[in-house]
Nanobody, 119 residues
Framework: QVQLVESGGGLVQPGGSLRLSCAAS????????MSWVRQAPGKGLEWVSD????????NYVDFVKGRFTISRDNAKSTLYLQINSLKPEDTALYYC????????????WGQGTQVTVSS
């Protein structure tokens, strides 16, 4: 069955960095767009970034451009999100999700990894 397992979250000081990982299994990873979506405390889901199955196209929400970098290793069926220059407002539960179409049609989600930015 399809499984998505995120890791790499933690407590970091403002300005710090983290690398989130999403290990996928149960499907042909390279055939799917994959996305990172986050949920801040008390707020709704917020799309952050996505990447095409072959890694040839990436998209970011405006306010993370230049700080977040999405990547994937199809040989390892793993999606990554490098987050630099972390801000307190980046505090959220970060999910990876499989996107059926590349237009935000998610059918599977991981359990999330918590990122907390605080001094």
């Amino acid at each position: 069955q399809v499984q998505l397992v995120e890791s790499g979250g933690g407590l970091v000081q403002p300005g710090g960095s983290l690398r989130l990982s999403c290990a996928a299994s149960g499907f042909t990873f390279s055939s799917y767009y994959m996305s990172w979506v986050r949920q801040a405390p008390g707020k709704g889901l917020e799309w952050v970034s996505d990447m095409a199955g072959d890694g040839g196209r990436t998209n970011y929400v405006d306010f993370v451009k230049g700080r977040f970098t999405i990547s994937r290793d199809n040989a390892k069926s793993t999606l990554y999100l490098q987050i630099n220059s972390l801000k307190p407002e980046d505090t959220a539960l970060y999910y990876c999700a499989r996107d059926l179409t590349g237009w935000g049609e998610y059918d599977y989600w991981g359990q999330g990894t918590q990122v907390t930015v605080s001094s």
